[in-house]
């Protein structure tokens, strides 16, 4: 009998790429981030025929081309489906995001706690919004994470240095 092999979900860990304390000070969190997402994903997600729902974290914080078209090598080679950007700061989209139009995406920027991240969320959105409606037929999926009260303890848990909401 033949296995099929179920399409797994790509998280794709985006950061500022400035060095000398910036790109530094933010790794830890977003990879954070990205942990704290799959295991989320895996726990409240199945496919159509029950079985748990798989996901692939890029092997670095993506900064720019280089570390999204080596992303990009891992998931084709590990049958991703669709991805999901995580940022918890402000990042050059362009350089960034998943360009693949045969992909869903989504993106969560922590835009409730991080101002810069709304820009970026919105950045993002854009692209791959003109990226998708140009190259293919499928819809972008995008959308932002509550930061309401029941999200918050899960962050904490997994994510360093959030403030606690207002």
């Given at each position: 009998m033949k296995k099929i092999s179920?399409?797994?979900?790509?998280?794709?860990?985006?950061?500022?790429?400035?060095?000398?304390?910036?790109?530094?000070?933010?790794?830890?969190?977003?990879?954070n981030m990205a942990k704290a997402t799959a295991a989320l994903l895996t726990e409240k997600l199945r496919?159509?025929?029950?079985?748990?729902?798989?996901?692939?974290?890029?092997?670095?914080?993506?900064?720019?081309?280089?570390?999204?078209?080596?992303?990009?090598?891992?998931?084709?080679?590990?049958?991703?489906?669709?991805?999901?950007?995580?940022t918890p700061c402000w990042c050059y989209g362009s350089e960034t995001i998943d360009m693949d139009p045969t992909r869903p995406k989504a993106i969560w920027a922590l835009t409730a706690l991080n101002v810069p991240a709304l820009f970026t969320w919105q950045r993002l959105w854009q692209l791959t919004a003109r990226k998708a409606s140009r190259h293919s037929p499928f819809t972008v999926?995008?959308?932002?994470?509550?930061?309401t009260h029941r999200f918050l303890p899960m962050l904490k848990k997994n994510c360093c240095a959030l403030p606690a909401p207002v």
């Amino acid at each position: 009998m033949k296995k099929i092999s179920l399409p797994k979900i790509g998280i794709r860990p985006v950061i500022d790429g400035r060095r000398m304390g910036v790109r530094e000070s933010l790794e830890e969190q977003t990879m954070n981030m990205a942990k704290a997402t799959a295991a989320l994903l895996t726990e409240k997600l199945r496919h159509a025929c029950g079985a748990a729902v798989e996901c692939v974290i890029s092997d670095t914080c993506i900064a720019g081309m280089a570390e999204a078209a080596a992303c990009e090598e891992k998931f084709s080679s590990q049958n991703v489906g669709l991805t999901i950007t995580v940022t918890p700061c402000w990042c050059y989209g362009s350089e960034t995001i998943d360009m693949d139009p045969t992909r869903p995406k989504a993106i969560w920027a922590l835009t409730a706690l991080n101002v810069p991240a709304l820009f970026t969320w919105q950045r993002l959105w854009q692209l791959t919004a003109r990226k998708a409606s140009r190259h293919s037929p499928f819809t972008v999926m995008t959308f932002r994470m509550p930061m309401t009260h029941r999200f918050l303890p899960m962050l904490k848990k997994n994510c360093c240095a959030l403030p606690a909401p207002v």
